[in-house]
């Protein structure tokens, strides 16, 4: 038995790509980074990036096309696939890709409009305790 399941949350590193094969069916490809930090042997702070290939079929992918954009912050699911092409030399390369099943949209990519930059709001002078209904 096995088990192939990818979860990750990341942002995208270029703007959704949005096709559509002869049966009509609509693939979108786009990529994302996700970041790790860790010390090394020697206590110094690293960082590490990997890039992965994200592939999303049918609706979803036209949902994505619609609303995903470079910068954006996405959490996925999914699992790992391998393709195989040949090059224009005629070498067979391979391609390793998520297969997204599952995409929330996290966030914003633009500070002013995060949720964690957001101000707090007013607090209001007039209210009491006693005015909650329950």
Same mark, same amino acid.
């Given at each position: 038995?096995?088990?192939?399941?990818?979860?990750? =949350?990341?942002?995208?590193?270029?703007?959704? #790509? =949005?096709?559509?094969?002869?049966?009509?069916?609509?693939?979108?490809?786009?990529?994302? !980074?996700?970041?790790?930090?860790?010390?090394? &042997? %020697?206590?110094?702070?690293? #960082? &590490? @990036? #990997?890039? *992965?290939?994200?592939?999303?079929?049918?609706? *979803? %992918?036209?949902?994505?096309?619609?609303? =995903?954009?470079?910068?954006?912050?996405?959490? =996925? #699911?999914?699992?790992? @696939?391998?393709?195989?092409?040949?090059?224009?030399?005629?070498?067979?390369?391979?391609? @390793?890709?998520? *297969? $997204?099943?599952?995409?929330?949209?996290?966030?914003?990519?633009?500070?002013?409009?995060?949720?964690?930059? /957001?101000? !707090?709001? %007013? /607090?209001?002078?007039?209210? $009491? @305790?006693?005015?909650?209904?329950?």
């Amino acid at each position: 038995m096995s088990v192939n399941k990818f979860i990750g =949350l990341g942002r995208l590193t270029k703007d959704v #790509e =949005l096709k559509h094969i002869p049966s009509g069916n609509a693939v979108a490809n786009f990529s994302i !980074a996700m970041g790790e930090k860790y010390k090394d &042997k %020697a206590g110094v702070m690293q #960082e &590490k @990036t #990997e890039f *992965l290939n994200i592939v999303v079929w049918g609706k *979803l %992918a036209e949902i994505c096309n619609q609303y =995903l954009a470079k910068g954006k912050q996405v959490y =996925l #699911e999914g699992k790992v @696939t391998t393709r195989s092409y040949d090059d224009k030399d005629g070498n067979k390369r391979y391609v @390793t890709e998520i *297969l $997204a099943s599952s995409v929330q949209f996290i966030g914003s990519n633009d500070n002013q409009n995060s949720v964690n930059n /957001a101000p !707090a709001p %007013a /607090a209001d002078k007039n209210f $009491a @305790t006693d005015d909650i209904p329950f």
